[in-house]
Structures are given as C-alpha cells and as structure tokens.
C-alpha cells in the first residue's frame, strides 16, 4: 500500500510553499513573494506521529484566468487533488476571503475528498481575531488558524490530517528505487519525457523556457524495476539568471544531480551538443554520477543509414570528457526509442556499483605497465606498486606509487583506458586517488 499523499492548495501567495516546509522540514519549494513561483506539483516525504507520507505542493489555483501559465497550474492543482488523500486549502488572515477562495472550496467540495481548512499567517499565538471567524463562511468545517511562517498550529492541523490517513499495511515492502535526474539547458524535453514515460500531463510542458522551476520527483515502476525521476529545472548560462528564482532553481537541479543515481542529460538532436549542454554535462562529471546522453527530438532531424553513428561521434567529440557514456536516440513526443532508457539506466546504475577485486585489479595494472612504460622526470621513474578499490557511485580506486608528481594525467588516462577496456565499467566516471611513499 503506497503512502499516504497530502495535498497543499489554494490561491497564489497565501503560504502555501511556506508551509510545505514547515512539514517537510528543510527548504525544498521556492519561496517568494511573487505569486506563481510554484507552477509545478513538488513532492516530499514526511512524518508525523510515527507514519510516514507523502507532501505535495501545488501552484496556486486561479479559477478563471487566460494566462497560459495560470492555466497549466490550475491543471497540475487539479491532478494532485485527484491523486490525494488529503488536501489542506490554505488561506490568508490577512486578505480575508476572497472570490477565488470561494470558486477553489467549491473545486474541493466536488473533488468528495477530505479536506482540512487552515487560515494561514496567524502569527501571534492566542485567541484568534474576529476576522478568524469569517472563515467558517467556506462551508468547510472548521478551520485551523496556523503560522507558517513560525510553524503555530501546524502540529493540530496535521493531527486533523492524521484522522483520515489510510490504514497502514503492515506487510508492505519497500523497495529501493534508482533515483534518475533528468537534466538538461531549457526547452531540451525534460518534462516531455517524464510525461511520455507516465503516460500522462505529470509536469507543465511549455515551449516557454524555463517553465520548470522546482525538481520535481515521480516514482515509477515497470518491468525494468523502481525508479524515481526527478525532472529539474533546466540549467541556463551564468549571464542569464537574472531572477532570484532562476537562481534558486539552478541551485535546485546541481541538488538533484548531487542525490540522484543517474544523470539522464537531455541534448536537443536538431541542436546538437551546445556550449551550455558542455556545462550541464560537466556538472555530472564532477559529481561523479552514472550517466546516458540523451539525444531528443530525433523525430524532426534528417536521416540516412549513417546518421546516428555520425551524430554519436560527433556527441563524443563534443563531450570527450565523457566518452564512457552512451549515447541513445530518441522522441519524447513520438515516444521513439524510449523504453530502451530504462534498460540503459539499469546497466549504466549497475556499472557504476561495480566492485573489483584488488588481484584482478593489480593484474591488469601489471599487464598495463608493462605494455607502456611508466613516465620519467629528470632521471626519476614513476613507480606503481598496486591498486585497490575503495569505493562505488562512482568507482573509486587508490594507487600507491613512490612519487605522486611522477603520475602524469596522461598516463593516468591510460590506466583508466586500460580498467575499462578489460572490466566495462560504461557510464560511470571513475575516481583516482594516488598516495605515495610516506603518506
């Protein structure tokens, strides 16, 4: 039986990210001022009273309204709505109830669901103020007057939460997903692909760039295993993130790339590899992630019997950091080629957990020196003694030799050349760590 899911909605700007939080307990969504910032549904897990569920912060709803964006966040409230047991409509103290406040508790009361009303940004503890009372007008029960902003009454609303959470089954086990970060410059298809891969409108998909601004986590299961997609924020040049909130995002999609297992970096295919791509590509390089170079929208380029062994050279030579990486072809809006990611993210997952034994290891290392001389530095020879490995996620090996300065990069790429030519190890980047007599 999946978790509990509690629902967080409501018109823009009345606290709605504030107080998502509050529970989840550490800064995930975007907090501003400016209404709007939360366009998609952001996931978290939570607790209360020793059961763990499932938050869901959604952008505020605008019942009536021609702005595209207002729109799709109107859809994505509505969606997280339907998949919850719970919802929290949040209002504010301060404006009272507005006409928008009516038109979402009467959206809630046709959704049949529970719903616990809070009236938000009563921030002196006591008795409530006059205006507390006005709430009761929604027709909604009675409401709970919290503080997000210094967590009053947040432990009595979730308690009323608590009331209506499912029975917990006992006998369910939980698996471990493999957590996938799909990233990427803007307007590449992240959100296309999460959204084919589900089946359904999951993220807002916009021709806008920058449309997605939180990470944004989706559990998924098939017959490749558990996975849990977190689509992200497209990541733009430093020059261009002007906005508190474009910064705030960037800083949202290096997170997601620093918990995910593996880095699915999506490449526009009419494009081809651009500088910014370099860049985004390199963030998971750094971070030592396992990861698939993703070229998309490879419906609309122009095809022989040639090309795609054309474009994967050329994708290598772009990224020649990154030549481990494999490279896949494929239509988000098609769904062309698709469902070979999920076999690509198991293998390239698995290559990066790889372990080897320290005997295996120092046999290819012995072959290794002996086909290629190591490098000498003013009558100095570099002398390697052995390797071990100590660490996955990725493969992290130790060398020991008598001079660490002797070890030039290039003959460490060789060494590296030699580990993947005899063992795979494809997808993954793999760590070196050299340490020398008297270390």
Same mark, same amino acid.
């Given at each position: 039986?999946? *978790? ?13 990210? +504030? ?25 978290? %897990?939570?607790?209360?009273? $020793? ?11 605008e019942p009536n309204t021609d702005d595209q964006i207002l729109k799709f966040m109107r859809?994505? /409230? ?21 006409? /928008? ?5 009467? +959206? ?28 009761? =007008?929604?027709? #909604? ?8 902003? &210094? ?23 939980? @698996? ?29 998909? @916009? =021709? ?6 939180? @990470? ?25 993130? =002007? ?11 290096? @997170? ?24 985004? /590509? $390199? #963030?998971?390089?750094? /971070?030592? *992630? ?8 490879? %419906?609309?380029?122009d095809k022989d019997e040639k090309t795609m062994q054309k474009a994967e050279a050329k994708? &290598?030579?772009?990224?020649?950091? +990154? !030549? ?29 957990? +790889? ?20 490098? !000498?530095?003013? $009558? ?21 030799? =008598?001079?660490?300065?002797?070890? &030039? ?11 993947? $030519? ?14 020398? *007599?008297?270390?």
């Amino acid at each position: 039986m999946p *978790k509990p899911v509690v629902a967080i909605v409501g018109r823009p700007n009345v606290g709605k990210s +504030m107080l998502f939080n509050r529970i989840a307990g550490k800064r995930l969504s975007i907090v501003e001022d400016t209404p709007g910032v939360t366009r998609d549904r952001l996931y978290a %897990d939570a607790d209360w009273r $020793g059961r763990d569920f499932l938050l869901i912060d959604t952008g505020g709803i605008e019942p009536n309204t021609d702005d595209q964006i207002l729109k799709f966040m109107r859809q994505q /409230a509505e969606i997280a709505i339907n998949t919850a047991d719970v919802i929290i409509f949040i209002t504010d103290l301060r404006t009272g109830i507005t006409a /928008a406040d009516q038109d979402v508790a009467a +959206m809630l009361q046709r959704s049949k669901k529970p719903i616990v009303l809070c009236v938000n940004k009563l921030d002196t503890p006591g008795t409530p103020p006059p205006d507390f009372y006005e709430f009761y =007008n929604l027709g #909604l029960g009675d409401p709970f007057g919290i503080s997000a902003l &210094h967590g009053y009454g947040t432990g009595e609303l979730l308690d009323e939460c608590f009331k209506y959470f499912p029975e917990e089954d006992k006998n369910e086990e939980d @698996s471990e997903a493999i957590k996938v970060a799909v990233i990427g410059k803007p307007n590449a298809g992240k959100s296309s692909l999460i959204n084919c891969i589900l089946g359904e409108e999951r993220v807002i998909v @916009s =021709n806008v760039p920058g449309t997605t601004r939180d @990470s944004v986590d989706t559990f998924f299961e098939n017959k490749w295993g558990k996975f849990l997609f977190i689509d992200t924020a497209g990541i733009r040049r430093k020059s261009k993130v =002007n906005e508190n909130i474009e910064f705030l995002s960037v800083l949202r999609a290096k @997170s997601a790339i620093e918990r995910c297992d593996v880095c699915l970096i999506m490449v526009d295919a009419e494009e081809g590899v651009t500088e910014q791509d370099t860049k985004v /590509a $390199g #963030l998971a390089h750094e /971070a030592g *992630k396992a990861s698939v170079i993703v070229m998309n929208k490879w %419906d609309l380029v122009d095809k022989d019997e040639k090309t795609m062994q054309k474009a994967e050279a050329k994708v &290598h030579l772009d990224l020649s950091f +990154m !030549t481990y990486a494999p490279v896949a072809f494929i239509s988000a809006k098609t769904g062309q080629r698709v469902e070979r990611l999920f076999e690509l993210i198991c293998y390239v997952n698995n290559q990066s957990l +790889m372990r080897i034994t320290t005997g295996a290891l120092n046999d290819v290392l012995s072959e290794a020196t002996l086909r290629v001389q190591p490098p !000498t530095d003013k $009558g100095r020879r570099l002398k390697v003694y052995y390797m071990t490995q100590t660490g996955v996620k990725p493969p992290h090996f130790v060398i020991f030799c =008598n001079d660490a300065e002797l070890f &030039h990069f290039s003959y460490q790429r060789y060494i590296e050349n030699q580990l993947r $030519g005899v063992f795979g190890l494809e997808g993954t980047p793999i760590r070196f760590t050299l340490r020398q *007599k008297g270390d």
